[in-house]
């Protein structure tokens, strides 16, 4: 597609189970960036990705979150054992870096955690 | 890390009239990008400004890069419902480095 895809678009999970979020991004974007937000605030960075180098994990909350961009291309969000505070709307953005800085954001997934 | 401070946080206003809004960082950056979200939608790019002192309008909305590098303003000139949104600024020090969004400004219209 043209645009950034995330999938599933709702999730709805029991607390302690472990849940995969999907991102693909724009093809031939070489960055893709998680965010966290939950309702009405603001963007909560989590991970960032960049070509070969080694991600940005500086901003993921606790260690039963965890990325990984397989090809340089698809990325997954896991968390683990997830709790009531994970729910919220997680959004993926990619950009074509460098040269070319715009990131563009996908629809994002809703997780309730219940 | 760099910081990006975005205000007002919130706005109620009254259809047809002009909204403002900035961003400042304790350091600089060379590119900035203005991002709206409406409700249940990721954020789309409004203005990207690349040049310090630049200027940019896109419609009702106009942008300046500040000649100082640490600031951004976004205004939207006689406001409509559709306006109602979260309107994010986000900065970048280098093509390669990460985004710094700013915290958003919750904008509210009343027809």
């Known amino acids: 597609g043209a645009g950034v895809s995330q999938s599933p678009s709702n999730k709805v999970t029991e607390k302690g189970k472990d849940v995969e979020l999907r991102c693909d991004p724009i093809?031939?974007?070489?960055?893709l960036y998680w965010y966290r937000q939950s309702l009405g605030q603001g963007l909560e960075f989590l991970i960032y990705?960049?070509?070969?180098?080694?991600?940005?994990k500086s901003g993921l909350p606790s260690d039963r979150f965890s990325a990984e961009r397989t090809g340089g291309s698809v990325s997954t969000l896991t968390i683990q054992r997830t709790q009531q505070e994970d729910s919220a709307v997680y959004l993926c953005?990619?950009?074509?870096?460098?040269?070319?800085?715009?990131?563009?954001f996908g629809q994002g997934t809703r997780l309730t955690v219940v | 890390g760099q910081q990006l401070n975005q205000s007002p946080q919130s706005m109620f206003i009254q259809e047809g009239e002009d909204v403002s809004m900035n961003c400042t960082s304790s350091?600089?950056?060379?590119?900035w990008l203005w991002y709206k979200q409406d409700p249940g939608e990721g954020p789309v790019l409004l203005i990207a400004?690349?040049?310090?002192?630049e200027l940019t309008s896109n419609g009702r909305l106009t942008a300046q890069f500040g000649i100082t590098r640490k600031d951004s303003f976004l205004n939207i000139s006689a406001s409509i419902p559709s306006d109602v949104g979260i309107y994010f600024c986000?900065?970048?020090?280098?093509?390669?480095?990460?985004?710094?969004f700013g915290g958003g400004t919750r904008l509210m219209v009343k027809p």
């Open positions: 400004l690349y040049k310090a002192g």
């Open positions: 986000a900065g970048l020090l280098w093509a390669g480095n990460m985004l710094t």
């Open positions: 093809s031939g974007h070489t960055a």
């Open positions: 953005a990619s950009s074509l870096a460098p040269g070319n800085t715009e990131a563009f």
């Open positions: 990705f960049q070509g070969n180098s080694a991600p940005d």
């Open positions: 350091s600089i950056f060379n590119t």
